[in-house]
Each structure stands twice: as C-alpha cells, then as structure tokens.
T-cell receptor
Framework: ETGVTQTPRHLVMGMTNKKSLKCEQHLGHNAMYWYKQSAKKPLELMFVYSLEERVENNSVPSRFSPECPNSSHLFLHLHTLQPEDSALYLC?????????????FGPGTRLTVT | GQNIDQPTEMTATEGAIVQINCTYQTSGFNGLFWYQQHAGEAPTFLSYNVLDGLEEKGRFSSFLSRSKGYSYLLLKELQMKDSASYLCAVRERGNTGFQKLVFGTGTRLLVSP
C-alpha cells in the first residue's frame, strides 16, 4: 500500500464509450502524474499537475483529458479511444515538483479498448 | 532526448547475487533511480543516485558512473520474492522546466529455487 489508490483496477470499453479513471493520494503531496505503461515499452509520462495546475502535457492525444479538482484527486477522462490505447495507466504523486525523484505510484488501471 | 537501455530479462538462483545494468544518454541528467514492480502492482522506489559511487541499502545496492552514463542495481542473497521487473529511470528537465523521470523498459528478473 503506497498511499495512492486508483479506480477502477480493470476497465474494458468500446471505442465509442466515455469513461473516467480516478486517482486519489492520501500522502499530502502537491504534485500528481499520469503515466501509460504498454507491454514491452517504457513508462510514458502523460500529464503532470502541481497544486492543481497542469505543468506538463507530453504530446498526448486529445482523446485523453485530465482533470485535477484538488491536490488529492486526479482524473483521466477517456473518449473515442483506439485499440492501441489499451495499456496500464498509472497514477503517481510526489511531495512537490522539486523533489520529484521519489514518486509514489498507485496500482494502476488495466484498460482494454475493444 | 533520452535513451535508456537495460536487459529485457534475467534469471538467477535463490541465494545468489545478480547485477542489473542500465546505460543512458541524456542532455540534462539530474539523478538516476531504480524502481521495483511486481506483476500487477505499483512500481516502488528502491534507490537514488545523483553522485558517482555506490549506495547500499540492505540487500540492494546501486552504483552510478556519470562519465560513463552507466548504473547498476546489485541484489544480494536473492529471494523468491525478488522476482519482479526492475525499472531504471533518469531524471531530466522537461519541456516546461520541471524535472521529470524518464524510464527504461525494465528488466524482468526471475528467481528460481
């Protein structure tokens, strides 16, 4: 248990569906991250939020839309996804951006797009 | 840009020692990290090196040579529970100035009895 929770743990959705992934951290951290982990590929940074403001958007397609309503919660809204978007989506948090080396990861959401 | 290389898979025997290597190329190096990830679980932080040399933490040690762009993770007295993926990650400055982690593909370690 790392103090970062993600729901759902597994999600299967069609290409026309709209769904949302949720992340919550109970560590009092100010920075939160979304990563994508595909088979045999490195973890890819998608979005970074610091104090609820987005500070990095790593050239992610617009069918992925992040939302950070407060420093404890992070969402990833999904719509019109493609089969190649099937992957493990990991959320992480760190105390702040200056100490980004120690990121705490959630268990991830395994997404399958059919 | 960033290029991080580590072996895809390694096998070892319980009680043995294994060394997992990582080489990197970066224009803005500011630290190297190792994470452990068991199948279906979150990556967990193992070690951090920013200066050259060896950092020891129990059965795990991590080494860094900045001039060679090289690091290794050393696992001693291997246990079955050490079977996992080991991710090498380099911290570099991102597009907007903040420092982000760039990960390698990970090394899957299989420990056998």
């Amino acid at each position: 248990e790392t103090g970062v929770t993600q729901t759902p743990r597994h999600l299967v959705m069609g290409m026309t569906n709209k769904k949302s992934l949720k992340c919550e951290q109970h560590l009092g951290h100010n920075a939160m991250y979304w990563y994508k982990q595909s088979a045999k590929k490195p973890l890819e940074l998608m979005f970074v939020y610091s104090l609820e403001e987005r500070v990095e958007n790593n050239s992610v397609p617009s069918r992925f839309s992040p939302e950070c309503p407060n420093s404890s919660h992070l969402f990833l809204h999904l719509h019109t996804l493609q089969p190649e978007d099937s992957a493990l989506y990991l959320c992480a948090s760190s105390q702040d951006l200056a100490t980004a080396y120690e990121q705490y990861f959630g268990p991830g959401t395994r997404l399958t797009v059919t | 840009g960033q290029n991080i290389d580590q072996p895809t898979e390694m096998t070892a025997t319980e009680g043995a020692i294994v060394q997992i290597n990582c080489t990197y190329q970066t224009s803005g190096f500011n630290g190297l990290f190792w994470y452990q990830q068991h199948a279906g679980e979150a990556p967990t932080f193992l070690s951090y090196n920013v200066l050259d040399g060896l950092e020891e933490k129990g059965r795990f040690s991590s080494f860094l040579s900045r001039s060679k762009g090289y690091s290794y993770l050393l696992l001693k007295e291997l246990q079955m529970k050490d079977s996992a993926s080991y991710l090498c990650a380099v911290r570099e400055r991102g597009n907007t100035g903040f420092q982000k982690l760039v990960f390698g593909t990970g090394t899957r370690l299989l420990v056998s009895p």
